[in-house]
């Protein structure tokens, strides 16, 4: 398996792209719990930066950022295909939108963790702020932030 200076950031561009993207999307956040497809969609898909990485026409790492203030950008909906997590694809996709929300003069950089990803986000930078909310009622998510201009990239 390439390592992973060998994999490229980008945005989904073309009805392809987006199809592969939503579908890991749906494959690691939604089908496990049994929601149905089109559950891993919502209304600010369109207003958002969407990021992945594509090996052999599939998508392995995915997630999106959205604008919350003038000072504040939120990444949501991250998944990594099962045979590609720990090989740092989830770290270059993290840093490919906190370029993004740098280069849109944002300064925070906030997100809702699963509980089986605090440790991971914590890598990254992220502190935890407080626990948020309990997703259907089953997952545990932790409010984590990252200064950017502090903590650079």
Not at 42 to 62: C, M, P, Q, R, Y
Not at 72 to 87: E, H, L, S
């Amino acid at each position: 398996m390439p390592n992973s200076n060998s994999f490229v950031v980008s945005e989904p561009s073309t009805p392809e792209d987006f199809e592969t993207y939503y579908h890991l999307r749906y494959e690691v956040l939604r089908k496990p719990w049994g929601h149905a497809p089109g559950s891993e969609k919502d209304e600010t898909d369109s207003s958002s930066i969407h990021a992945f990485i594509k090996l052999n026409g599939k998508a392995v790492a995915i997630s999106r950022m959205h604008f919350i203030d003038e000072h504040t950008a939120q990444i949501r909906y991250m998944g990594v295909d099962p045979g590609y997590q720990g090989k740092g694809l989830g770290k270059l996709v993290i840093k490919y939108l906190e370029g993004k929300a740098i280069e849109h003069k944002r300064k925070i950089m906030v997100l809702h963790a699963r509980e089986n990803a605090v440790e991971f986000y914590k890598s990254c930078g992220y502190t935890v702020k407080e626990t948020s909310y309990l997703l259907w009622g089953q997952i545990p998510h932790w409010l984590m932030e990252k200064n950017l201009e502090k903590n650079g990239r």
